[in-house]
């Protein structure tokens, strides 16, 4: 089939936040403990840090990471993450039903971040806890010295603040699993005033109001705009969750959920905005999708309650799960005029797209690729490509079109970049795309993931899906002509020839 896409500078969406390439380390199975953090690995450092892990994360370029949850920061005493750990507490963790030993937490998590070359979006706990506490840790983790909590932290060995810029109030409070769950005037109250104190002890943070836990929550959209009516003027994003399965082995229904996706997007704009609008406000409330991903491979996995690390969300990702990420992560970026950050959940082991053993080796699953391809090359700002395309119909929806697209401009780098996924099961899709001006942009380099069945894997054992280079494509005159094959991943980068 073929497709028809018209490209220009001009049709700019808008600047990329970095932080849209996010990721998350809940305290959460093997995420931690046999995750990031495994003292006496072969590639472990003095820190306990697994070194093999450590050089994914970093391929993967994530520039920041949302710590320590999730559902176990609604129970989360952030003291007993501090100090010396023999004298550290172990204590249950409720919702997840483990025990937690707490020999990694806050400052060792810091530490972690400046090896991975990334910052800290930190949680704090509006479940069992609120406002004082919460302020107490902006205290603890950013005030230079001279108050209680700050020399507290420096007793502890870091004698230079953190600080800490991005902090999210809370996780998820509308939903009846979370610990301390709120309706959503009790949650604006709250997140009022622990946003308020905490802006109060340091005036440079941002903090994120909890949306609704899905767009499939009774209460989502009301509970945006009833939540976000008490704390607008202190709050500066709110949140949104969302992830997708394919549990009816349906992969055409499966792929066009980012038409679901789309609307979500748009429903919780238009929910800040008429907020704004009520308030007549002059200040925009941006996004922060700190939750997204596929899940559903590892869904009621059995386990050993009240133990440690148990292996617990441990997906395998297959090849449609890949196509599937690559295409959120587009949704995401057509939409990065007001979604500013992004987490895909989570970054190791748990729904994740590193994938460990304990004691063991390491391997980057499906999914790694999109996150990485989009993270090193989708900087700079968004266009909003004309694509014209043949589309499809299936059980869940109407007019889906075969090619999902986005492409990104780096002026710095003189470089724009075409991110695709042709969703056909067998058929290519000759994409000829019109450059409108991009006078003297040539093919730099043509990368695809194609050719695997849509249930290929990759595992420790065995990991056959990985990204291939391929013939540049056609240029002639200021068109340019690819071949995507069926059921793919395609990036294509092209740099600007001087002459």
């Known amino acids: 089939m073929k497709a028809k896409m018209t490209l220009a500078r001009e049709f700019k969406i808008g600047d990329i936040d970095k932080r849209i390439y996010g990721s998350f380390i809940e305290h959460l199975g093997r995420?931690?403990?046999?995750?990031?953090?495994?003292?006496?690995?072969?590639?472990?450092?003095?820190?306990?840090?697994?070194?093999?892990?450590?050089?994914?994360?970093?391929?993967?370029?994530?520039?920041?990471?949302?710590?320590?949850?999730?559902?176990?920061?609604?129970?989360?005493?952030?003291?007993?993450?501090?100090?010396?750990?023999?004298?550290?507490?172990?204590?249950?963790?409720?919702?997840?039903?483990?025990?937690?030993?707490?020999?990694?937490?806050?400052?060792?998590?810091?530490?972690?971040?400046?090896?991975?070359?990334?910052?800290?979006?930190?949680?704090?706990?509006?479940?069992?806890?609120?406002?004082?506490?919460?302020?107490?840790?902006?205290?603890?983790?950013?005030?230079?010295?001279?108050?209680?909590?700050?020399?507290?932290?420096?007793?502890?060995?870091?004698?230079?603040?953190?600080?800490?810029?991005?902090w999210c109030l809370g996780n998820e409070m509308d939903g009846a699993w979370q610990m301390g769950a709120k309706t959503a005037v009790e949650y604006g109250r709250a997140a009022l005033e622990a946003s308020k104190v905490m802006k109060w002890t340091d005036p440079s943070i941002e903090t994120v109001l909890c949306g609704s836990s899905s767009r499939n929550s009774k209460t989502f959209g009301e509970w945006e705009v009833q939540s976000l009516d008490i704390a607008y003027d202190s709050v500066d994003y709110v949140s949104l969750?969302?992830?997708?399965?394919?549990?009816?082995?349906?992969?055409?229904?499966?792929?066009?959920?980012?038409?679901?996706?789309?609307?979500?997007?748009?429903?919780?704009?238009?929910?800040?905005?008429?907020?704004?609008?009520?308030?007549?406000?002059?200040?925009?409330?941006?996004?922060?999708?700190?939750?997204?991903?596929?899940?559903?491979?590892?869904?009621?996995?059995?386990?050993?309650?009240?133990?440690?690390?148990?292996?617990?969300?441990?997906?395998?990702?297959?090849?449609?799960?890949?196509?599937?990420?690559?295409?959120?992560?587009?949704?995401?970026?057509?939409?990065?005029?007001?979604?500013?950050?992004?987490?895909?959940?989570?970054?190791?082991?748990?729904?994740?797209?590193?994938?460990?053993?304990?004691?063991?080796?390491?391997?980057?699953?499906t999914i790694f690729y999109p996150f990485m391809h989009l993270s090193n090359y989708g900087r700079g700002s968004a266009l909003l490509p004309l694509i014209d395309c043949p589309k499809y119909d299936c059980r869940e929806f109407t007019d889906v079109p075969y090619l999902e697209a986005v492409a990104t401009y780096n002026e710095e780098q003189e470089e724009a970049v075409i991110f695709c996924v042709n969703k056909s099961l067998d058929e290519n899709v000759v994409l000829s795309v019109d450059l409108m001006d991009f006078d003297g942009y040539k093919p730099a380099e043509f990368i695809s993931m194609d050719g695997y069945d849509k249930k290929t894997e990759n595992t420790l054992a065995c990991a056959p899906v990985k990204p291939h280079k391929n013939e540049l494509p056609l240029m002639d005159g200021g068109v340019l002509t690819a071949n995507l094959k069926p059921f793919s991943w395609n990036v294509i980068r092209l740099k600007k020839v001087n002459a």
């Open 241 to 365: 969750h969302q992830y997708y399965d394919n549990k009816t082995d349906d992969v055409q229904s499966f792929l066009a959920k980012t038409l679901e996706l789309d609307e979500f997007i748009y429903s919780v704009i238009c929910a800040c905005d008429y907020v704004k609008a009520k308030k007549r406000s002059k200040k925009t409330i941006n996004l922060s999708f700190d939750e997204w991903n596929v899940w559903y491979h590892s869904n009621n996995a059995p386990f050993e309650k009240w133990s440690v690390a148990p292996p617990l969300l441990e997906d395998i990702y297959n090849f449609e799960d890949a196509l599937m990420v690559g295409s959120m992560l587009i949704t995401l970026l057509r939409h990065c005029d007001r979604i500013k950050v992004a987490c895909l959940a989570q970054l190791v082991n748990v729904i994740a797209p590193i994938f460990t053993k304990t004691g063991g080796g390491v391997v980057e699953q």
């Open 31 to 166: 995420a931690v403990y046999g995750g990031i953090y495994e003292p006496g690995h072969p590639t472990a450092d003095e820190n306990g840090f697994r070194g093999d892990v450590l050089e994914l994360v970093k391929k993967l370029n994530v520039p920041i990471v949302r710590y320590p949850g999730g559902n176990f920061v609604s129970g989360y005493n952030w003291e007993d993450g501090v100090g010396p750990v023999e004298k550290r507490p172990k204590k249950l963790d409720l919702a997840w039903g483990t025990t937690e030993p707490n020999t990694f937490g806050t400052n060792e998590f810091m530490k972690w971040c400046k090896k991975a070359d990334t910052e800290c979006m930190m949680a704090v706990n509006l479940g069992t806890r609120g406002a004082d506490e919460a302020r107490n840790l902006v205290e603890y983790c950013n005030h230079k010295s001279g108050t209680y909590w700050s020399d507290l932290r420096i007793s502890h060995g870091v004698k230079e603040p953190h600080n800490i810029k991005l």
